[in-house]
């Protein structure tokens, strides 16, 4: 029989996997746990998310929702009406609608610096909205790529998911990371086993883990493109190719949690230079996404305590830029990597085309729809399409 190994036991290496549970496979994961970005603790009475929250950043998440289905669990939800409020010079200001001029440019800064004041306060709070959406700061982003999120951004929304900001906040109840545990259930998975070299032996492929070799005829490699530099490939990837791999970020916001100890539905966001705030799905939770700045508390929790009632508890975070097996928050595309990230070969991006039809590639910035590139849905739609298209039986 055939012998597939998964690289990473997130939800793109995961549901792979689950896919493909009738077959000799088996999941390889750096860390202790599964899940991946996606890690659901309990924290002030509550469910923290500390990496994906919103099933629905996907769209409908169709796949999401099929796993869900079959795997017996229960999505919560919260609609919710936001409207951005910033803080500048010492003063509460709401973004309001612009209506939304063309501009031109490389990256979304060169754009929005045609379309707002750069020394205004109105110009920050909507670069923390974008770069809290889409990880990474407005000159890191092309201007090509993220000119929707720019056009929803200043005409009261923020991507082409969300296109306004009246929408509805979707998680598993019992947290996210239940849905890696129910896969993980199912398959065969290896935890603290990182790969540390892949080599081509005759038709199958040698794997190094700390303590482990195995030959396999298959890999699927699910693990974040930040980790490529750590990885001896031999050569089993062509160097061209690697590098480009190798030259995609992961953004650099994370969250610092706190809770509320009032819940209710909030109509505001709350943005200044350094962070934008979203609450958690069921709502007693607030979750401050810091744009690649360092949290400054006290000072933030006073001026958030100017709209939230803020609990006692020490505010929870973890920032996946530090962990060595992630390194960021989520792909972006920078200025320049536009082709890259879009020419197509077949049903996959040609920079993540298979080879030898024996290696594969997933993970959410695998993924072949945009629009929703680096999310939970971008990450099982790209593993489910591997499982489904690309591995011969
Ligand atoms: C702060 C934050 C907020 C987010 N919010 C949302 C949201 O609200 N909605 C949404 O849809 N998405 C959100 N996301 C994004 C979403 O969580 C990710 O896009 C998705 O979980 C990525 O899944 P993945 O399987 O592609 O990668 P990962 O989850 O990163 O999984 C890859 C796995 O590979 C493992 N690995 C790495 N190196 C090796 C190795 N050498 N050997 C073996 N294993 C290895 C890693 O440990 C990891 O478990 C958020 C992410 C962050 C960080």
Known sequence: ??????????????????????????????????????????????????????????????????????????????????????????????????????????????????????????????????????????????????????????????????????????????????????????????????????EKQGTQYALTFPNEKTLFDKVIFAMPPTVYHDIDFCGTIEEGRLNEIQSIELGDNFKVIVPLNSGGFESFAIANERFVTFRSTEGSLLNIFYCGKAPKFPDDLILLSDHYDIGGEKPLTYNFADDPYIRGSYSFVKPGQEKMFTELEGDCKKLFSPIDNSLFFAGEHTCTNFDIMGTMEAAICSGLSIAQKQIVW
């Not at 690289?7 to 493909?20: E, Q, V």
């Not at 890690?39 to 999401?64: K, M």
């Not at 296109?163 to 979707?170: A, K, W």
């Open 1 to 198: 029989m055939t012998k597939i190994a998964v690289i990473g036991g997130g939800f793109a290496g995961l549901s792979a996997a689950y896919m493909l549970k009738e077959r000799d496979i088996t999941v390889y994961e750096a860390r202790d746990c599964v899940g991946g970005r996606v890690q659901s603790v309990p924290y002030a009475g509550h469910t923290a998310e500390l990496g994906g929250q919103n099933i629905s950043d996907g769209g409908s998440s169709p796949n999401i929702f099929r796993l869900v289905k079959e795997l017996n669990l229960e999505v919560e939800e919260r609609p919710a009406t936001i409207h951005i409020k910033y803080h500048h010079h010492d003063g509460w200001h709401t973004i309001p609608k612009l209506a939304v001029k063309e501009a031109k440019g490389a990256s979304v800064a060169d754009r929005l610096a045609q379309l707002l004041d750069p020394h205004t306060g109105e110009y920050e709070a909507v670069c923390r909205l974008i770069h809290g959406w889409e990880g990474a700061s407005p000159d890191k982003l092309s201007g090509e790529m993220y000119n929707d999120t720019l056009t929803h951004s200043l005409s009261g929304g923020i991507s082409s998911v969300h296109p306004e900001l009246s929408f509805t906040h979707q998680s598993i109840v019992g947290g996210n990371q239940r849905l890696a545990h129910k896969m993980a259930e199912r398959v065969n998975v290896r935890l603290n086993s990182p790969l540390k070299r892949i």
